[in-house]
């Protein structure tokens, strides 16, 4: 799971849907890979990074947390 994500999400009113209209897929796609189901490939970490999350370095953003 991407807690650092998540939580920036909801403090930046960022949506699983407006977050699915950046990569250009199905916000069931989006809400996988925040759940840890699949990973966002480095392409994507690097487009959301750069789109809503400039402020932030990529390696903070999608650091893993394993249950």
């Known amino acids: 799971m991407y807690k650092n994500l998540k939580q ?3 403090a930046k009113g960022i949506s699983i849907d407006a977050m699915a209209a950046v990569l250009g897929v199905h ?5 996988n890979k925040l ?10 970490a690097e487009l959301i990074q750069e789109a809503m999350f400039p402020e ?7 650091k ?4």
Do not use: C, H, K, P
């Open 8 to 10: 920036l999400m909801a």
């Open 27 to 31: 916000r069931n796609t989006v809400a």
């Open 35 to 44: 759940d840890g189901e699949s990973e966002f490939t480095y392409g994507q």
């Open 56 to 62: 932030y370095n990529a390696r903070y953003l999608f």
């Open 64 to 67: 893993r947390e394993f249950a």
